[in-house]
């Protein structure tokens, strides 16, 4: 028995010396949490806009000419067709109990946008086309990830600052850091006050109202966790 107790000794005092380094080493740095945010305009607005053949006081409207109505009104807006691309082109719709030449075709376009006054201006010309949906699937800008980067670094800064002014309070100093860990925050995609997901065709010209495409700012935040020694 007494060799049982001494063995089972044995065992607990290195766990026991292991937690008390780990407590004296605890008390010797200060850990903080630095934050930044920015809010930015969007100069990049994913368009989706679909044309699809319909009806039309008993006459089909083809997609040909639906096609070329929307180019026309591409040139108005000054929009180059080259960033035009083509997501998905000759899909039958409503075909079921319909000859093959009664079945609906439609073909679906994306383009990226600079500008809600773009975006506002490409309405205003398609107005005149009756085009079947447009939808703004994604907003970004194009220097999100430099933005994002000088963001964290200011994060960085703060929590370094806070350390600095705690410290001072107990008459310490922040010495060298020891961790910093980076917190990755997506961000904020802001609510659009234009319309999305918007049937052009299910109103008529005299019936459509008038919209302004504006977009809120995209909002960033950066969050860091760092740990500095105490001098």
Known sequence: M??????????????????????????????VTGTAQQEI????????????????????VSLEKLD????????????DRKRLELADVGSKLDKLGKKEKDAFREKTYQIKLTSAAELEKLVEKLQSV??????????????LDKI?????????????????????AIGAEVGKPLMVRDWEIEPVQPMMEYKANVTMRAQ????????????????????????FEIK
């Open 130 to 143: 009756k085009i079947d949906f447009v939808d703004i699937t994604r907003l970004s800008h194009s220097d």
């Open 2 to 31: 007494k060799i049982r107790f001494l063995l089972l000794a044995f065992l607990i005092i290195p766990f026991m010396s292991i937690a008390q380094n780990e407590v004296f080493k605890g008390e010797h740095f200060i850990e």
């Open 204 to 227: 008529s010209q005299d019936e459509a109202e008038p919209s302004s495409a504006g977009f809120r700012k995209i909002k960033l935040q950066a969050q860091i966790v760092a740990q």
């Open 68 to 79: 070329k109505d929307f180019l026309n009104a591409l040139k108005d807006a000054g929009i």
């Open 148 to 168: 994002k980067m000088d963001l964290k670094i200011k994060a960085l800064q703060a929590g370094k600052a806070k350390a600095e002014t705690l410290l001072k």
């Open 41 to 60: 305009e969007p100069n990049e607005i994913y368009t989706t806009i679909r044309l699809r053949e319909f009806e039309e006081n008993r006459e089909k």
